[in-house]
């Protein structure tokens, strides 16, 4: 389908103005947007393939800016557990993690995604050239890291094994329309200096980007303090690594020292606010980020940590959790927060060229939510509707890259159910490998 019309619908280009086109149309050759409009256009074009949006929000596809997506077949685990990072999910990646759960709760975590209007994804992870695979078959937009620590992990029995993985991953993918592959230190606190160094070294030959976890957890502050009398963000800047083309995720403990660095460094901060918020790791200074200009989008983190892979279950979360923690209900308007979610995602990770806004020349990368569904009327604002009362069964369709991937709530030209049994084959292997722990 080389050539598609939507119709009948209100379009939020999410572009420099912001502009709403109520009626509107937007046009699409191969894999770009070529015209953009009121209902007048529709009769400029002929034989085109017309998708009607029966009066629903045209908006750009949403971006998840940190992700484990193959965490999935963990999910609902040890949700209230303490220290749950080294007490099960450590435990359980070493003993059950390999190419084939990788693969397989990639591939249903894409769907979550796919189904759900996130149309590119940010993932670090074990075994990443299967979720690549995954990605590329399913048809999703991709960054996809390869973790790197200092233990012998799921896919090397030695340490910091990920840097060799990774020469051969990238020179695998680093050409692909949609995946591109990256670098992922876990964190600072499971890296030494010299191999976060490489690992930027390698990131830099490649330009491809670098992915950490960073200013997180307690202990990670406080190691860095009385090791280094400095904070983590202060603590790689000293290392020369924070670059444009670092994504930091998470950074809940950080002052504003630390955001001089991140903003003169241009680094791309993902803010995962339901993971933050269920691990009762804090609440991040998101609010002066946005004010600042920094390159912020929204993440999800793994199934395990923020139990969705969806970033429309995270807006409220962004607006709710400032508003209180603030005591100001007028921080964050939700034309802020989709912006975050579209292309504030997409200058986080460097694809503002590409993608985050319906504009001519872009990739048609866009959701359709329909607006027949009983949380949707009355509409007021385009943008609150989003945000604050939408939820992930209101998309109806989903293009990416110029491709229709799913249509009337279901995914297209794949066996969602075959995805789905594959995934709950393991349940009973990891039942068991739980009470080992």
Request: hydrophobic content about 40%; charged content about 25%.
């Amino acid at each position: 389908m080389d050539k598609i019309l939507i119709k009948n619908v209100t379009i939020l280009t999410m572009n420099k103005n912001k502009e709403i086109i109520e009626n509107g149309v937007v046009v699409i050759v191969g894999k770009e947007i070529i015209d953009i409009g009121d209902s007048s256009l529709e009769s400029k074009y002929k034989d085109f393939f017309i998708i009607d949006g029966n009066g629903g929000i045209l908006m750009p596809g949403m971006v998840n800016c940190h992700s484990h997506v193959s965490m999935v077949p963990f999910r609902s685990l040890a949700d209230d557990e303490a220290d749950r990072l080294k007490k099960y999910i450590f435990p359980l990646e070493k003993k059950l993690v390999d190419k084939d759960l990788v693969y397989n709760g990639a591939r249903y975590g894409i769907c979550e995604m796919l189904l759900s209007g996130v149309t590119t994804f940010c993932d670090m992870y074990y075994y990443e050239d299967e979720v690549a695979r995954a990605a590329s078959r399913l048809g999703i937009r991709a960054i996809v890291g390869e973790t790197i620590v200092d233990f012998p992990s799921p896919d090397s029995t030695e340490p910091y094994g990920g840097l060799e993985y990774c020469k051969e991953f990238i020179e695998k993918w680093h050409k692909d329309e949609l995946v591109t592959p990256a670098i992922a230190p876990h964190a600072p606190y499971t890296n030494d200096s010299e191999h976060l160094i490489e690992a930027h070294m390698l990131s830099q030959k490649y330009n491809v980007p670098l992915i950490m976890h960073v200013a997180e957890m307690d202990y990670e502050y406080k190691k860095y303090k009385e090791e280094y009398n400095m904070t983590p963000v202060e603590y790689l800047d000293s290392l020369g690594i924070l670059d444009k083309n670092f994504i930091a995720a998470h950074l809940v403990l950080v002052n504003d020292k630390d955001l001089d660095i991140l903003q003169k460094r241009e680094v791309g901060v993902s803010h995962n606010v339901g993971a933050n918020s269920k691990g009762a790791k804090g609440v991040a200074p998101v609010v002066k980020m946005y004010e600042r200009g920094m390159k912020v989008g929204l993440g999800t983190d793994g199934p395990m940590s923020g139990n969705t892979l969806d970033i429309i279950t995270q807006m409220p979360l962004v607006g709710k959790v400032q508003k209180l923690f603030n005591k100001d209900r007028t921080l964050l308007p939700s034309k802020n927060i989709v912006e975050m979610a579209t292309i504030g995602g997409a200058r986080t990770l460097n694809m503002e060229h590409l993608i985050g806004s319906i504009e001519v020349g872009k990739r048609a990368d866009l959701v359709i939510l329909e607006t027949e569904s009983v949380n949707m009327q009355p509409i007021y604002d385009y943008y609150s509707t989003i945000v604050y009362s939408a939820n992930p069964s209101n998309v109806d369709t989903v293009i990416v890259d110029g491709r229709i991937i799913v249509r009337s709530k279901k995914i297209l030209r794949i066996d969602f159910n075959d995805i789905k049994r594959n995934l709950l084959n393991m349940k009973d292997k990891i039942l068991c490998m739980i009470k080992e722990i």
